[in-house]
Structure formats: structure tokens, C-alpha cells
């Protein structure tokens, strides 16, 4: 019957001979095989185009069919602007893993394939070919790896559409304005990329450590957990703990060449800080920066969150970029940071998620200490635990030794991941002895300053007269931004610019972000 159809039809008709045989199939429910490969193939194309409707995609298929790829600058300009402008992700996961430690992003910044699409093509010169919007579609990553209609997509383009999830972010009046200022950075890493370093750094959220032979999952109960050869336990059917631990990530950002590049590529550091006597602040950020983030560029750039460790109107945390920026011996240092309840835009987030992957199946608890353990049975909170140091001036040292097992634990776990193939880095927190240093730094500009009032945060920060002098002549003070700038004389506390001369004459404050005369809520191009 089915040679006979196709005799008869195609003897009276012009129809192509594989549509002939599409229409017999779909008519009859064949599913006898094709009589050769090169059949087979041909059926599957046509298939696929009768399926999505779009006639331009038999163009596309014959373009593409056993010569050099037609689309490839198109599927370029796709790869950029993924890299470049999807700074939000529709589900809490962010990504998905894949072969060969890519991963899938699911993507926001676009509404859907159409808009993709055509956000694709407003970036594209004229001469690139355009594919039809269809084709584009089948570049994706499938949806359901495992479904039959997965052997459709190529996957070429590291996207999926994923359904919303937790992704609420609430509207702050000043978000366009920061927005801006971080857009200026990146304009400014880019203009001085020979010289300059952007780090971002975030902590993330508490791991809980559990008490000495009692020990709680890393972040989900009812998991499996890693322990020492020939050794079994089982994770406390409960999630109250005396003791935690705060990874406290530093991203060193690769600086690409163009503002259409990755802001997402680089070397990420984590470090694992015990709560109660390693609580996070400015000044330990930045000494953690000196001990572990080489120092490359006379010009650095922070971008993080607006917390009280980071708030860059607290003149606690300006002294400390201050000591920092003497220490480091640089020509240049700017400090941004997010709106309230904004700290999604800060690229060390991304690397959260890739934490969680090594926290999985995690149980952690913390060994005795020498002398202390009766007196922590009474010590419900990190305060309770804090106070006791004054009657037992050794438990400092005891509560870091007991859970610095912990510590190495996820710091080996956490060297065996990586972002885009770069291992992440494990670090110390810095000690007292380093934090005090890096405070006395202070004493270049004033010989009596106190430099134990950035230590203690139970002491007030007020600084002198010389001190007050030295941010009025160097530093710019905005409420999403502080900058350090040397002034170029020689004579000056400062220090002689090591950058070279005609580099370091263009070298200028952040520029304060200029609302657009014509477009609300939008502001003018970077100027330096």
C-alpha cells in the first residue's frame, strides 16, 4: 500500500518525494524504517519543520548541511550577550550542571526565546546572517535531557527555560542610581584593564556545626554524610547548635576586554570563619584580601553587599579601606556596594550556588575542647560564648581548635569544585595578630591613633584632625561608594604613584552617575 501511494501520487503531483512519504506515515501510522540512512535523515528534518510550522527553518537546515556554519557569528552574539547581560537567573538553583563542568543558565533577562531573539539581533551588525527564530530554538539545551524530543536540540546555546521560582526582589528607591555606579565600575576595570583588579566578596549564609558526637547536616537534614574510614554515624535528628561556621567568599573577577565580555570568569577564595570569635567585619576582609588575593594592579576595585561589615559610610569601614589602601601600596582604590536587599547583583553570588554542591550530604560536628566544656554546656548563644573569654581567656583559642577539623573537612571539599574549570581556593580567616596589623597601617598618617578602636567594636571611631585631613585631600565619599586616590606628590604619606605617568594623569574618582535628560530612570554613558 505504501509503494503504491507514493506511484500514485507522485506520478500526478510534484510533491517531494520525502513530504509523500511524512503524509503517508502521518495518515497510516507507519513505522516501517527508511530504506537507507541518507532517507532516515531527511525524514528527520522534514519532521521537524512540519512539527514547528516554520517553513524558514528548511532554509536553515540546507545552509547549515555539510558546509561551514552560516550562523556561527550569530550563535557568538548569543554566547556575549548571555555572558553580559544575564545578571539574574529564574530559579534558585541559578544553573544546571552538564558535561564537561559547563553548566546550563537559566535564563531571566530575556522574557522568552522571541524577545532573546530579538535582543540578539539588536546587537548584531548588519552583515551577519540571521537565522529564523526557530532554528534559535533548537540551539537550546532541552528541557527534559531524557524525552525523545531532546534529540532535537543541540544544545550549542547554554540556555533552558526554566518555571520562576523564588526570585521576589523587592524595589528600593536608589536602585537604577547603584545600578549606574556598578556599571561605571566595570566601564573603569575595562578602560584600565592593564592595571586594574575587581573583587567581589560576599558571605554566605551560616553552616551549623554540631556538638562532639552529635553532628547536623550542612544544610539539609536526611542526608548522607561524609565520615573518616571504617567510621559510621548518622546526623542528629535536630538543627540547634551552639557553634557555626560563615564561608566568606572573595572573587578576583578576570577583567574582560569590552563590556560585552564575562564578568562571571575568574578565581574564586573561600574561607571558613568560626562565628563567635571570628565574626566578619571590614577590616578582616581586607587583611584576608592582603594574605590571600595576590596583589596584580596598582588599581583595585570592591564590589559587595551594603552590610555593617561593608557599609561604606561607616567610618569604621573607610579607616580600614584606608589602612588597606597604605598597606597594599596602590595608585587607587573604589568601593561600592549593592542597595538594601540587593545583593543579588554582586557576581560572588553566583558562587553560592556551586558551594552547595560540596555541602551536600555534609555531616559537621566540632571536637571537645581542653577545659572548656562545662562552661560552654551553659553558653546557649554566640554572646553567651563571647562573654565567657573573660573569665576563661584560653577558650578562644580552644573553640578555634575544636572546630578547625571542620574547617579543613570543607576546605578540602570545596578545593574540588570549580567555577568555568578555575578550582576554588581555600584560605585562612586572618588572625588577631594580622588584623592588628593591618590597623596600626593607620599610624602613617596620625602617630597617635588608636588603632584598637577597629578591633574593638565596642569602642567609638573618632579619628584626628590629620586623619580628617588625609580623606578630605584623597577620598571621594558617596553613599554607595568610597574612593582612595594618591595625589602624586612625592612627599605625601600616600607614596610616590607607581603607575606610569600619562596612565596615571587620566586617572580620575568614579564619576557620580548623571540621570539621562530624555529617559526616566536611566543615566548617561560612563565618563571618566
Known amino acids: 500500500m505504501r509503494r503504491t501511494f507514493l506511484d500514485t501520487f ?23 524504517s527508511a530504506a537507507n540512512t541518507h532517507e532516515a535523515e531527511i525524514d528527520a528534518r522534514l519532521a521537524q519543520f512540519i512539527d514547528d510550522e516554520d517553513e524558514t527553518l528548511v532554509w536553515d537546515l540546507r545552509v547549515n548541511n555539510g558546509r561551514p556554519e552560516t550562523y556561527l557569528p550569530f550563535l557568538e552574539r548569543c554566547q556575549q550577550y548571555l555572558a553580559s547581560c544575564v545578571e539574574t537567573s529564574v530559579s534558585d538553583r541559578r544553573h544546571d550542571d552538564v558535561i564537561e563542568g559547563e553548566v546550563v543558565t537559566h535564563m531571566a533577562t530575556a522574557l522568552n526565546a522571541t524577545d532573546f531573539y530579538d535582543q540578539v539581533i539588536k546587537t548584531c551588525p548588519p552583515d551577519i546572517a540571521i537565522p529564523s527564530l526557530q532554528w534559535l530554538r533548537w540551539q537550546f539545551w532541552p528541557r527534559h535531557p531524557g524525552s525523545a524530543a531532546s534529540k532535537r536540540y543541540t544544545g550549542r546555546i ?94 578576583k573577577v578576570e577583567i574582560p576586554d569590552s563590556m560585552m565580555g564575562s564578568f562571571y570568569r575568574g578565581v574564586v577564595y573561600v574561607g571558613l570563619k568560626e562565628n563567635a570569635f571570628e565574626a566578619s567585619s571590614c577590616l578582616r576582609h581586607l587583611a584576608e584580601y592582603s594574605a590571600t588575593v595576590p596583589r596584580d ?46 545583593s543579588w547583583k554582586n557576581p560572588a553570588e553566583r558562587c553560592m550556588s556551586i558551594l552547595n554542591i560540596g555541602l551536600q550530604g555534609v555531616g559537621l560536628m566540632r571536637q571537645k575542647t581542653a577545659s572548656c566544656e562545662d562552661k560552654l554546656k551553659n553558653a546557649g548563644n554566640l554572646g553567651a560564648i563571647r562573654n565567657l573569654e573573660s573569665i576563661l581567656p584560653q ?36 588572625s588577631r595578630d594580622d588584623i592588628s596589623a593591618l590597623a596600626q597601617t593607620l599610624t602613617r598618617i596620625d602617630p597617635d591613633f588608636d588603632a584598637s578602636v577597629l578591633t574593638d567594636s565596642k569602642k567609638t571611631v573618632k579619628p584626628g584632625r590629620l586623619i580628617l585631613d588625609f580623606i578630605k585631600k584623597h577620598c571621594l565619599e558617596r553613599h554607595y561608594m568610597f574612593s582612595i586616590k594618591r ?9 610616590k604613584p607607581s603607575l606610569p605617568e600619562e596612565i596615571f594623569h587620566d586617572l580620575h574618582h568614579l564619576p557620580d552617575p548623571t540621570a539621562s535628560p530624555t529617559e526616566a530612570d536611566k543615566y548617561m554613558n560612563f565618563q571618566v
Open 10 to 32: 507522485g506520478r500526478v503531483s510534484a510533491v517531494n518525494p520525502a513530504l509523500l512519504r511524512n503524509m503517508f506515515k502521518t495518515l497510516t501510522g507507519d513505522v516501517s
Open 297 to 342: 594592579n596598582p588599581i583595585e576595585c570592591h564590589y559587595h553587599d551594603g552590610g555593617p561589615d561593608h557599609n561604606v559610610r561607616h567610618m569604621r569601614n573607610k579607616l580600614a579601606n584606608i589602612a588597606y589602601f597604605l598597606d597594599r601600596n596602590l595608585d587607587a582604590l573604589s568601593s561600592v556596594q549593592t542597595p538594601h536587599k540587593h
Open 395 to 430: 577558650i578562644r583559642q580552644e573553640v578555634l581548635d575544636a572546630v578547625q577539623p571542620v574547617k579543613d573537612l570543607l576546605g578540602d571539599v570545596f578545593s574540588r569544585l570549580k567555577l568555568k574549570d578555575e578550582p576554588l581556593r581555600p584560605f585562612q580567616a586572618a
Open 487 to 495: 595625589c602624586g606628590d612625592a612627599d605625601c604619606v600616600c607614596g
Open 158 to 251: 547554554r540556555v533552558k527555560y526554566m518555571i520562576m521560582a523564588r526570585q521576589m526582589r523587592e524595589n528600593h528607591i536608589d536602585q537604577y542610581y547603584a545600578s549606574a555606579m556598578f556599571r561605571y565600575q566595570k566601564e573603569f576595570c575595562v578602560r584600565f584593564h592593564n592595571y586594574t583588579s575587581l573583587i567581589c566578596q560576599d558571605d554566605k549564609h551560616t553552616i551549623k556545626v554540631g556538638e562532639p558526637g552529635l553532628p547536623v547536616s550542612a544544610v539539609e537534614r536526611g542526608k548522607q554524610v561524609l565520615v573518616a574510614k571504617d567510621q559510621t554515624f548518622e546526623v542528629a535528628d535536630h538543627d540547634f547548635t551552639k557553634f557555626s561556621l560563615s564561608p566568606s567568599v572573595s572573587f
